[in-house]
Every structure is written in structure tokens, then in C-alpha cells.
């Protein structure tokens, strides 16, 4: 069974405080990893699709890192606006053909304090 | 362009009554995906349709809960009768291009309809 593990569950940093989120996962084989944004009240919105390790992937003050078992995305001098939670989720090579599958965390709540 | 519409945004009924949500997908996407998002539980896959057609409903909770997609623009999940139990939001997603059979395209997530059973 698939299984995705993120940690911190909450995280408060200053506003200019860089830090990273932990995405563990347990995959017979990796097809892709996500990782979306969640604002209170909002669907998850669509940040980075990563596929093999080593790969990274950035947008703004956001970078995204994959290795065999676990990804980070790492928050660069991060704004008041960037608070949300993150959420990691996984797709298993083993989907089948036309199944697009994904096993989420249960996210990291990130506050950034002016 | 249009993202994914769910309706409606917020729902609160007492127990034992019927509830149907909707959702429209992106046009042109031809997965769609039923999610019930909890505290406790975080985001589970309900039900996912490939073309129309129901592929996998291993997390439907249980025979209360039904899913259709009678064409490409429109789903329903429906909850009779409903229980306090069945309090969460539930989010509507759709992704895929018809071109790609093998395809990590990502999922497009709708608002959710925040449900409240009495």
C-alpha cells in the first residue's frame, strides 16, 4: 500500500525565515510526485510535478527536491502570503493504463509571521 | 479558462436526507476524481471515472454513497441516506488530456462543498 508521511504538521516561521518540508513516501514505483498549495476554503492548487530523483523543480521563493524515498520543498525568505498548507501526494507506476490515482499526506500547515 | 466547478459550495441537511453534489471538469480532461478531505482522515480518494466510466470506487465508504457521470462535463456523488458522520468537505478534481494514455498530468482541484449533516 502506498504511504506518504509529512512533517513538520505545522510549521511557524518569521517572515525572511527559510526552512523546508519533509514529504516521505512508500511506493512500489514511483511515477510521479505532486505538490500542491491549500489556502483555508480553497481546493488544492497545483504547484510541481517531480518524477525522478535528483530533479528539482522551483517557482518563486519555492524549490522542490526528489530523492528515492523522500522530497523537501524548501521555502526561501518566505512572505506572510506564502502561509497555506502543503500538501505531497504520490502516483504508483502500478496506476494501469488511463488511471491517474494519487495517495495524499495529510500536509504541513505553514504560517509565515510578519 | 474555467477551472472546476462544484456546486454547491456549502450544504447543511439533517440526517437521513438526500444529498447531491456536482461537479463540471475542465473541458477537454477526460479523468474526474471524487475526494472527501477530513482532519482527521486528510484528503481520500472516493471514486475516480476514466471517459465516463467508474475505474475504481474502492473508497466509496459505503452503499449510501454513489458516484455517476452520465457525459464528459458532469458528475454527481450522491449520499442517501446521510449521517452526521458524512461531515466533511468533498472536492471534485479532473486532470488528463485525451492525447496522453501514459500521463503524469497533474490533477485540477475544485472549492469543495462543505457538507454539515445535522
Known amino acids: 500500500e502506498d504511504q506518504v508521511t509529512q512533517s513538520p504538521e505545522a510549521l511557524r516561521l518569521q517572515e525572511g525565515e527559510s526552512s523546508s518540508l519533509n514529504c516521505s513516501y512508500t511506493?512500489?514505483?514511483?511515477?510521479?510526485l505532486f505538490w500542491y498549495r491549500q489556502d483555508p476554503g480553497k481546493g488544492p492548487e497545483f504547484l510541481f510535478t517531480l518524477y525522478s530523483a535528483g530533479e528539482e523543480k522551483e517557482k518563486e521563493r519555492l524549490k522542490a527536491t526528489l530523492t528515492k524515498k523522500e522530497s523537501f520543498l524548501h521555502i526561501t525568505a518566505p512572505k506572510p502570503e506564502d502561509s497555506a498548507t502543503y500538501l505531497c501526494?504520490?502516483?504508483?507506476?502500478?496506476?494501469?493504463?488511463?488511471?491517474?490515482?494519487?495517495?495524499f499526506g495529510k500536509g504541513t500547515k505553514l504560517s509565515v509571521i510578519p | 479558462d474555467a477551472g472546476v466547478i462544484q456546486s454547491p459550495r456549502h450544504e447543511v441537511t439533517e440526517m437521513g436526507q438526500e444529498v447531491t453534489l456536482r461537479c463540471k471538469p475542465i473541458?477537454?480532461?477526460?479523468?474526474l476524481f471524487w475526494y472527501r478531505q477530513t482532519m482527521m482522515r486528510g484528503l481520500e480518494l472516493l471514486i475516480y471515472?476514466?471517459?465516463?466510466?467508474?475505474?475504481?470506487d474502492s473508497g466509496m465508504p459505503e452503499d449510501r454513497f454513489s458516484a455517476k457521470m452520465p457525459n464528459a462535463s458532469f458528475s454527481t456523488l450522491k449520499i442517501q441516506p446521510s449521517e452526521p458522520r458524512d461531515s466533511a468537505v468533498y472536492f471534485c478534481?479532473?486532470?488528463?488530456?485525451?492525447?496522453?494514455?501514459?500521463?503524469?498530468?497533474?490533477?485540477?482541484f475544485g472549492d469543495g462543498t462543505r457538507l454539515s449533516i445535522l
Open positions: 478534481a479532473s486532470s488528463g488530456d485525451s492525447r496522453y494514455i501514459y500521463s503524469n498530468q497533474p490533477q485540477h
Open positions: 511506493v512500489s514505483g514511483l511515477r510521479g
Open positions: 473541458s477537454g480532461h477526460n479523468s
Open positions: 471515472f476514466n471517459n465516463n466510466v467508474p475505474i475504481d
Open positions: 501526494a504520490v502516483q504508483a507506476l502500478d496506476s494501469g493504463a488511463g488511471s491517474y490515482q494519487l495517495t
